[in-house]
């Protein structure tokens, strides 16, 4: 994997991102990473995002998404005293779709505990990201579609 570098601004901070597209005429298969975005990014532009077994349904009707309310304080001030040790863990499969794959409590808990920054970790699979960037790593911001060849530094 060629490694593109960091981008530093405002709103993504510490961004990385490695590239594995291979030859034109390769066809990755399903479970082939072939881009993965590192940085930290306000955890409020991921909420949109949903679990990829649809965790986020848990918070609809139950604050704490099932935690019960002595385990998710603790969890909250956990995170305000020592701020997120894993990264939130975002796929984008080879069909397009996207979703949370591990940190859909650690999100919502972050944000409760008042973080303004979280550690994201995103994995494209098999060329997903030619057909758009989950966050642009130039504003660490969703982007909606955008072209990965615009947005690689």
């Known amino acids: 994997m060629q490694c593109e570098g960091e981008v530093e601004d405002n709103a993504a901070t510490n961004f990385k991102t490695q590239i594995d597209e291979g ?3 390769w066809t990755p298969e399903p479970h082939s990473i072939t881009r993965l975005d590192e940085g930290y990014v306000d955890p409020g532009e991921l909420l949109h995002i949903p679990g990829l077994n649809g965790e986020q349904l848990l918070f609809e009707d139950d604050p704490t998404g099932g935690y019960g309310e002595e385990r998710w304080g603790a969890l909250i001030e956990d995170i305000r ?3 997120l040790k894993w990264a939130i863990l975002i796929f984008k499969e080879m069909d397009g779709r996207v ?3 591990e940190g859909n409590h650690r999100l919502r808990a972050a944000i409760a505990a008042g973080l303004t920054r979280v550690p994201v970790e995103i994995r494209y699979f098999g060329n997903s990201q ?3 960037l989950i966050i642009d790593p130039m504003t660490g911001r969703p982007p909606g579609i955008v072209n990965a060849k615009d947005s690689s530094t």
Do not use: V
């Open 81 to 83: 005293i020592n701020g």
């Open 23 to 25: 030859p034109t005429w």
């Open 99 to 101: 979703g949370i794959h």
């Open 130 to 132: 030619r057909t758009g």
